[in-house]
């Protein structure tokens, strides 16, 4: 059973157009409404995969209502903690190039009291997970160490910690030694203070965060692949997309095929590969079920092309 958790989640809209204009009255080809946030998408993604899995959340107002009404309409569990705080609501934009436009709200401020039944939360469902994904930015009211207090919570309930954030948070928290980061390449430069160019300043970058604490780097590079550098090694990941339709949620099913598929190892990495490239194929944040994947096009070899050079440099 994979437990997520979500500290600031959403209700998102996804609306598709022919083509963003700034100022003009646009007509959507289609919409979709979805539960949103990383840890929820997490969830999503496995239970489209077809196993267990259980979303920790604080949950406000009418649309938090809402999202945790769609997540039980798709099979997954909630363990909701009530906020008087309002869920927040989110809009994407997506264009048929695949360029996609996101206004995402701050989302409500946490008092002290529900900060700490959040954690509490999580604690009483820990030993049920076979591991715990924490995910996304954390709202208004949260100290950038409040990844590092769950994190320790868990560990000492015995289970495994999957850590998808950035900045601050990201860095307070690896001195707990979480047990794969999953940071973007983006963030993963940010972590480290200096641009990325290559593949080889990836794996630099990695190896420095698992300096730091982390145990495993499971880094996404857009188009370019992925990256998972443990103890043992370090293996590149790579998938043929013909269209790409909407990138909203790619990295956390990436996430979920990692964990879902073990959460170590080459194997796993195919899974996470396979995964985010089934989700760019869907619209909105809709995610792949196993007759989405296609393990064909994914390649993942120990041969990391070191010298190649990034799409999208991280800055």
Known sequence: MILTVTPNPSLDRTYEVPSLMRGE????TSDRMDPGGKGVNVSRAVAAAGHDTLAVLPLGGAPGALVAELLRAEGITVAPVPVTGQTRSNISVAEPDGALTKINAPGPE?????????????RAHSADADWIACCGSLPRGLAPEWYAALVARAHEAGARIALDTSGPSLLAALRERPDVVKPNAEELAEAVGRPL????????????????GARSVLASLGADGQLL?????????????DVV??????????????????????EALAAAVAHGAAAVRLPGSVMPTPADLDPAAVTVTADVPLDRALTEPAP
């Open 110 to 122: 946490l008092t002290s009291a529900e900060s700490e039944a959040l954690l509490a939360t999580v």
């Open 25 to 28: 009255v646009l007509r959507a």
């Open 245 to 266: 339709r909407s990138n909203v949620g790619a990295g956390d099913a990436s996430l979920a095929g990692f964990l879902a598929a073990g959460g170590e190892g080459p």
């Open 229 to 241: 550098v443990t103890g043992a090694g370090a293996w590149f990941g790579s998938a043929t997309v």
């Open 197 to 212: 160019k290559t593949v080889g300043d990836a794996v630099a970058a990695a190896e420095d965060l698992r300096a730091l």
